[in-house]
Structures are given as structure tokens and as C-alpha cells.
């Protein structure tokens, strides 16, 4: 069965996620007490390594499942052993699980084992990247590139659990993927940047934003500006979170500043709806508290009604009543120059498949035309150059059929690349194939003018 057959089976199964540490950066000097480092690796050989965490999920779902150390051991160890031949080894496929293994900075090794069927290396390496990042962004790169002891690190990393797990569970959002910030398009989304931006300039920071349900409603120019990872992390933390009125919450930027932390503040204007502001280390936010209860009823008490509304939006993206055919399913839309996107699967709710199936139907769409039909995303000035060279023919539009016989089951996916703008549609079995170019021609110039 494809990831995309009617008869599901295509739920992420991720078994482990597992961390062997090596510091190469010391390899020369004699090591005292160092857990798992040969006395070879002063050969110039690299150490295999100490386990730091393990991390499952079974059916979407956090499980306390481990993987013996021997296991552990031989994943690591062929990769170290390829290392020291000078081959990289990347990923490996058995009968029924896809193992994909990546090293950060030369100190830090992933490893991902995943039994989904048809997984992709494409879905498993952003999962890793996505990963490290939530470290560095909880613990700081200084930390996991000079490693002075361990056990403390071990202690350390556990901050970052409860974001790595909502990684590997079914997330409603789907930055960890694109790589793109989630957004959603608020009715009068006029008035409540006006507001941020007046709020941004009068708190003292040009970091701010406005966050529902992990999704950026609204945000300040210098936060657009963030980096990736960042930008996807932090509205990804905020979302993670147990509800709180305020947090003054310590955080590295994995891009901007991985070494020196800042802070990340939040205000909840209502149950699900938050302000956050990224500042230096002062001031507290107990000298903040009579200030920004001043600000805050400036600027959002007279715009209760329009914050409300956000609250729909969180799975939907969309303003209510946007028109949309009426055979679409769900979509997915990015920016990629932006690094933007906008993700739904809310239209129709009433039709097979489920929410759930739709965003899984959407995610492997995503991850096949990424990896072999469309262009490589853009990245720097210098990779975009050197792409646009090589590429005579770039492709624009492909399309995927499940499920033929009989007639009128299963779905249709479309996907359209214009410009810097990448469309995504599933659509039902009722949808004729020789219309779903014009279709997603249409919706996508619809789309335009939001994102």
C-alpha cells in the first residue's frame, strides 16, 4: 500500500529518536571518566558515543518504548564505522523500517527509526533538523558542542521533551515539514497588526508577535525577519505549552544568536490567543506587569471582538466564508521566498476522510512532490543561482489519483507552483481529473492576495 491508499495505514509510527554524543573537538587530549570513549579515539578515530535520550511515538502518541542498548549500539556504530572510512552514511531502508541518521556540528548525532509505510528520507531528515533545533533552542549550542558533563547535559535536554514529542506525534500544524511558518488569515487583520505594531513600538521591543494555537496571526517586521528555524520554533514552543497567563521564558535563537539567550515572553489576551516579545534581559517582567496592563488595555481591550474571531481560525487558516470549491478537502499553501504557509484541512468537514487522514494525505503529497517533482526550495542568493543554471525544464504542475475503481472513490491531490507561490490540494473522488490544473489555477490566484 502507498501512503496515499484509501485503506489508510500511513499514520507516522516513529520508534526512536536517539542522540549519541562525541566531542571530536577533544579527541586529543586524554579523557578521564568520559562515559563510552575508547582510549582509540586519540588516534584520530571518532568515539561512538553516549546515548542522551530516546524519544517514541506509536499511533500519534507518546510511548515509553525503548530500543536495547545493543540496538542503539549497532545504529550508532555503523554510522561512526562509515565515518572512519570517510563514506557518509545517510539512511537505510529494512522490510519494514526506514532509518535515517544526521550529525550536528560534529558533536551531536541523531538517529530516526520510522515503520510508517512509504516514509520518505525527505520527512525524517526535516524531523531531525527540527529536532536539533528544538535543542539548541532550549539549551543552547555551546552546550551541545562542548560537552563537559554529560549526565548534567542529560538533565538539561529534558526542557526540550515535550517540544520533540509534539514533533513526533500527528501535528495540526505543518512547519515542521515545510520548514514555513504556519499562519491564518484573520478578518480584520488591518486592525490587529495596526495594534501589534503600535504595541511593539510603545513596550520597547521590535519583536512581537501574535500567536493562535501555534499560528502566527500577526507579527512585527523584525520578527518576520527571524531565521529559520526560529521563526517555525518559538510560535511552535508557544503552542506546545501548558495555558498560562504570562511566561518569561529563556530561549536561544538556533540561528540568530545559538550561543547567547534571550527572552521570550508571553501574554495571553484570551484562552489560546498570545502575545509574545522577544527581549534582552532586562527588565524583569515583574517591573513589566504594571506597564504592559497598561498597554494591553490601550491597545487590545477595544479589539476583544476581532481577537475572538482568531480563535476559529487555528485549524481553519481561513476567514469564515472564503470561497473555495467545493470539492476541496484541504490545502496547503506556501510562500516559499517568505517562508510562510497556510494549512487546512477544515473545508467540508461533513466528507470522508477524516481531518486526521487529510492532514496525513496532505503531508506525503507534500513530502513526494518536494523530493521529486518540483525544484529545490529556495535557499540562499548563491544556491537559487546555482539551480536556476542548471534546470532547463522546471515542472509546474503535477497531480495524483487514489483509489480509481470503483468510480467516485477515493481522492484527488493537485499540486501548482507559481512564482514563489507552491499549492497543494486534496480533493474528492467527484472532481474531474482533466479540471484539477484549471482548479488549482483558479484557487491559487484566489490565494494570492492573503499570502
Given at each position: 500500500?502507498s501512503?496515499?491508499s484509501?485503506?489508510g495505514?500511513?499514520g507516522p509510527?516513529l520508534?526512536?529518536?536517539?542522540l549519541?554524543?562525541?566531542?571530536?573537538?577533544?579527541?586529543?587530549?586524554?579523557?578521564v571518566?568520559?562515559?563510552g570513549?575508547?582510549?582509540?579515539?586519540r588516534?584520530?578515530?571518532?568515539?561512538p558515543?553516549?546515548?542522551l535520550?530516546?524519544?517514541?511515538?506509536r499511533?500519534?502518541?507518546p510511548?515509553?518504548q525503548?530500543?536495547?542498548f545493543?540496538v542503539?549500539?549497532s545504529?550508532?556504530?555503523?554510522?561512526?564505522?562509515?565515518?572512519?572510512?570517510?563514506?557518509?552514511l545517510?539512511s537505510?531502508?529494512?522490510e519494514?523500517?526506514t532509518?535515517?541518521?544526521?550529525?550536528?556540528?560534529?558533536?551531536?548525532?541523531l538517529?530516526?527509526?520510522?515503520?510508517?509505510?512509504?516514509t520518505?528520507?525527505?520527512?525524517l531528515?526535516?524531523l531531525?533538523?527540527?529536532?536539533?533545533?528544538?535543542?539548541v533552542?532550549?539549551?543552547?549550542?555551546?552546550?551541545l558542542?562542548?560537552i563537559?558533563?554529560v549526565?548534567?547535559?542529560?538533565k538539561e535536554l529534558r526542557?526540550?521533551y515535550?517540544l520533540i514529542?509534539?514533533?513526533l506525534?500527528e501535528p495540526e500544524?505543518i512547519g515542521d515539514?515545510t520548514q514555513?511558518?504556519?499562519?491564518v488569515?484573520?478578518p480584520?487583520?488591518s486592525l490587529?497588526?495596526e495594534a501589534?505594531c503600535?504595541f511593539a513600538?510603545?513596550?520597547?521591543?521590535?519583536?512581537?508577535s501574535l500567536?493562535?494555537?501555534?499560528?502566527?496571526?500577526?507579527a512585527?517586521e523584525s520578527?518576520?525577519r527571524?531565521?529559520s528555524p526560529e521563526?517555525v520554533?518559538l510560535p511552535w514552543l508557544?503552542g506546545?505549552?501548558p495555558?498560562?497567563a504570562?511566561?518569561?521564558y529563556?530561549?536561544?535563537?538556533p540561528h540568530?544568536s545559538?550561543t547567547?539567550?534571550?527572552?521570550?515572553l508571553t501574554?495571553?489576551l484570551?484562552?489560546g490567543?498570545?502575545?509574545?516579545?522577544?527581549?534582552?534581559p532586562?527588565?524583569p517582567?515583574s517591573?513589566?506587569d504594571?506597564?504592559?496592563?497598561r498597554?494591553?488595555?490601550?491597545?487590545?481591550?477595544?479589539?476583544?471582538?476581532?481577537?475572538r474571531?482568531c480563535l476559529?481560525?487555528g485549524?481553519?487558516?481561513?476567514?469564515?466564508?472564503?470561497?473555495?470549491?467545493a470539492?476541496i478537502?484541504?490545502?496547503?499553501?506556501?510562500?516559499l521566498?517568505?517562508?510562510?504557509?497556510?494549512f487546512?484541512?477544515?473545508?467540508?468537514?461533513?466528507?470522508e476522510?477524516?481531518?486526521?487522514?487529510?492532514?496525513?494525505?496532505l503531508?506525503?503529497?507534500?513530502?513526494l512532490?518536494?523530493?521529486?517533482h518540483?525544484?529545490?526550495?529556495?535557499?540562499?542568493p548563491e544556491?537559487?543561482?546555482?539551480v536556476a543554471?542548471?534546470?532547463a525544464h522546471v515542472p509546474?504542475?503535477?497531480?495524483?489519483?487514489s483509489?480509481?475503481?470503483p468510480?467516485?472513490?477515493?481522492w484527488r491531490?493537485?499540486?501548482?507552483?507559481l512564482?514563489?507561490?507552491r499549492l497543494l490540494?486534496?480533493?474528492?473522488?467527484?472532481s474531474?481529473?482533466?479540471?484539477l490544473r484549471?482548479l488549482?489555477?483558479?484557487?491559487?490566484?484566489?490565494?494570492?492576495?492573503?499570502?
Amino acid at each position: 500500500n502507498s501512503p496515499f491508499s484509501p485503506s489508510g495505514g500511513f499514520g507516522p509510527q516513529l520508534d526512536l529518536v536517539e542522540l549519541p554524543s562525541y566531542s571530536k573537538a577533544n579527541s586529543d587530549r586524554p579523557h578521564v571518566g568520559d562515559v563510552g570513549i575508547p582510549k582509540w579515539e586519540r588516534r584520530g578515530l571518532k568515539a561512538p558515543g553516549v546515548p542522551l535520550f530516546c524519544r517514541s511515538s506509536r499511533s500519534g502518541t507518546p510511548a515509553r518504548q525503548q530500543l536495547p542498548f545493543s540496538v542503539i549500539g549497532s545504529l550508532n556504530g555503523v554510522h561512526m564505522f562509515g565515518q572512519n572510512l570517510e563514506v557518509q552514511l545517510s539512511s537505510a531502508r529494512t522490510e519494514d523500517t526506514t532509518v535515517v541518521w544526521k550529525s550536528f556540528h560534529d558533536s551531536i548525532t541523531l538517529i530516526v527509526l520510522s515503520s510508517e509505510e512509504g516514509t520518505s528520507e525527505l520527512k525524517l531528515e526535516r524531523l531531525l533538523q527540527m529536532v536539533f533545533g528544538a535543542m539548541v533552542l532550549l539549551v543552547g549550542l555551546e552546550e551541545l558542542t562542548n560537552i563537559r558533563n554529560v549526565e548534567r547535559l542529560k538533565k538539561e535536554l529534558r526542557t526540550s521533551y515535550r517540544l520533540i514529542d509534539s514533533f513526533l506525534g500527528e501535528p495540526e500544524l505543518i512547519g515542521d515539514l515545510t520548514q514555513c511558518v504556519d499562519c491564518v488569515v484573520p478578518p480584520e487583520g488591518s486592525l490587529l497588526q495596526e495594534a501589534l505594531c503600535g504595541f511593539a513600538e510603545a513596550a520597547g521591543t521590535a519583536f512581537v508577535s501574535l500567536v493562535v494555537s501555534g499560528r502566527v496571526v500577526a507579527a512585527t517586521e523584525s520578527w518576520w525577519r527571524l531565521g529559520s528555524p526560529e521563526a517555525v520554533l518559538l510560535p511552535w514552543l508557544v503552542g506546545s505549552l501548558p495555558p498560562q497567563a504570562a511566561r518569561d521564558y529563556p530561549v536561544y535563537l538556533p540561528h540568530g544568536s545559538p550561543t547567547v539567550p534571550h527572552r521570550l515572553l508571553t501574554l495571553t489576551l484570551l484562552p489560546g490567543v498570545e502575545l509574545c516579545l522577544l527581549c534582552g534581559p532586562r527588565p524583569p517582567l515583574s517591573q513589566l506587569d504594571p506597564q504592559v496592563n497598561r498597554l494591553l488595555d490601550r491597545w487590545w481591550q477595544p479589539l476583544l471582538d476581532p481577537l475572538r474571531a482568531c480563535l476559529a481560525l487555528g485549524p481553519r487558516a481561513l476567514p469564515a466564508g472564503f470561497p473555495l470549491h467545493a470539492d476541496i478537502l484541504g490545502l496547503l499553501l506556501l510562500h516559499l521566498e517568505l517562508k510562510r504557509c497556510l494549512f487546512t484541512v477544515e473545508p467540508s468537514p461533513d466528507k470522508e476522510p477524516s481531518p486526521e487522514q487529510r492532514r496525513r494525505l496532505l503531508r506525503s503529497f507534500y513530502t513526494l512532490v518536494t523530493a521529486t517533482h518540483f525544484p529545490p526550495e529556495p535557499g540562499p542568493p548563491e544556491e537559487k543561482a546555482e539551480v536556476a543554471a542548471h534546470q532547463a525544464h522546471v515542472p509546474r504542475a503535477c497531480y495524483l489519483v487514489s483509489g480509481t475503481e470503483p468510480p467516485g472513490v477515493g481522492w484527488r491531490l493537485a499540486a501548482l507552483q507559481l512564482g514563489p507561490r507552491r499549492l497543494l490540494l486534496l480533493l474528492s473522488a467527484q472532481s474531474p481529473i482533466h479540471g484539477l490544473r484549471g482548479l488549482a489555477t483558479r484557487t491559487l490566484h484566489a490565494l494570492t492576495p492573503l499570502l
